[in-house]
């Protein structure tokens, strides 16, 4: 498989959009046209993991961390990130990462955490995310109706819930009178046309409204399409950071195994009151600091997350939150075997996928 067409599939999973505004994320190195029979994954991209993808042969390395974060003002090898940068060009290795666009999406690093721990009927912990939506208004001669309906839902108007195509109609007549020079579909210059059409009404995330437009006009048979875009109140689709759902009534400390038995961890660092009944519990892969008043706003009695300083988790203990740090990789490196498994379903072509889970975290304990 080329490449790019990796990347596409990545891209369908993690959109672009969802990317924060401070994030800088994406296809980073290397060529699209590449062409790619093994990938490695890996939650950063170090030393230690591009000497593995050049002992693997992997044409491509996926990482959820990217490796460029601040612009690049030179690209030499006189220091670390440049000279990492530069050997993996010269490798003609792939590089791609999706982010903090991996954090939000279904099934990424937060859902897939939450899912890990047992949590159930999640929702996220601070929306970041909500789709805009309008309504949009096409008339349309009968006899074209179903051709203009069908082009609209395949290009993603009307899609509400697990519902695609949804229009609603209504017949009236349309009149118009061509001017000099045109070339009308139906009528003739200077004559007053009465035409029985059909007002097509859909909805269109505003993501998707100009394609659905291009489209809609160029399969539409009038040389002037009359069309009217509404922008709505309704809520579009919301994504953001984090998770909080529940888990069945058990104590702090029964629960406290079961993350060390499911993230595999030796230990785990908590701040507050450990002698607890929990139910609600909220949690945030990587650094989730800034969300412990979510957590609390949103009724969490434990928030699990990493990175966690001294003074944060004092002022959780102050809200009356427990907070669990369960470090930044080990909160996150659940979304691997994740990627892993989407790239060998989703790919049209087999490609060996590996997974890299030695070089962090970066510490060890004695
Ligand atoms: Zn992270």
């Known amino acids: 498989m080329k490449a ?3 990347i596409n599939l990545l891209n369908r999973w993690a959109p672009s959009y969802l990317i924060d505004e401070w994030d800088n994320t994406g296809f980073q190195i290397g060529d699209p046209e590449k062409e790619v029979k093994k990938v490695l994954v890996s939650l950063d991209l170090d030393r230690e993991v591009y000497k593995k993808a050049v002992e693997e042969k992997a044409q491509m390395i996926i990482t959820h961390h990217p490796i460029i974060f601040k612009p690049l003002k030179k690209l030499t090898r006189l220091n670390y990130k440049e000279k990492l940068i530069y050997d993996i060009i010269k490798e003609d290795i792939v590089v791609y990462n999706a982010h903090t666009n991996l954090d939000l ?12 721990l047992g949590i159930r009927n999640t929702e996220p912990l601070k929306i970041s995310y909500e789709e805009s939506l309008y309504k949009l ?17 395949d290009e993603k108007a009307g899609w509400i819930g ?8 209504i017949k009236g007549v349309g009149t118009f009178m061509p001017q000099k020079g045109t070339n009308p579909f139906i009528g003739k210059p200077d004559i007053l046309e009465e035409v ?3 007002r097509i009404e859909t909805i269109v995330e505003k993501r998707n409204l100009k394609r659905v437009l291009n489209k809609m006009i160029k399969s539409h048979p009038y040389e002037e399409v009359a069309y009217d875009i509404y922008p709505l109140n309704n809520k579009g689709r919301t994504y953001g950071y984090g998770r909080i759902g529940e888990i069945q009534e058990i104590s702090l400390l029964n629960y406290l195994d079961r993350v060390k038995e499911s993230l595999d961890l030796e230990y785990l660092i908590v701040y507050g009151n450990m002698d607890r009944i929990i ?15 979510d957590a609390y706003l949103k009724g969490a009695d434990i928030y699990i997350t990493g990175d966690i300083k001294y003074h944060e988790a004092q002022y959780a203990n102050e809200l009356g939150l427990t907070i669990v740090d369960g470090g930044h990789y080990n909160t996150e490196k659940v979304i691997l075997p994740v990627i892993k498994e989407y790239l060998e379903h989703k790919s049209l072509e087999p490609i060996e996928v590996k997974l890299y889970t030695k070089s962090s975290p970066p510490y060890a304990v004695y």
């Open 137 to 153: 208004v096409v008339f349309v001669p009968n006899s074209y109706a179903h051709i203009i309906r069908k082009v609209l839902g």
């Open 4 to 6: 790019i067409e990796i």
């Open 196 to 198: 029985e059409e059909t």
């Open 279 to 293: 139910k609600k519990v909220a949690v945030c892969g990587g650094s989730g600091s800034s969300f412990i008043y």
């Open 105 to 116: 999406v279904k099934g990424g690093v937060n859902d897939t955490l939450a899912k890990v």
């Open 162 to 169: 697990n519902y695609s195509h949804c229009t609603y109609n």
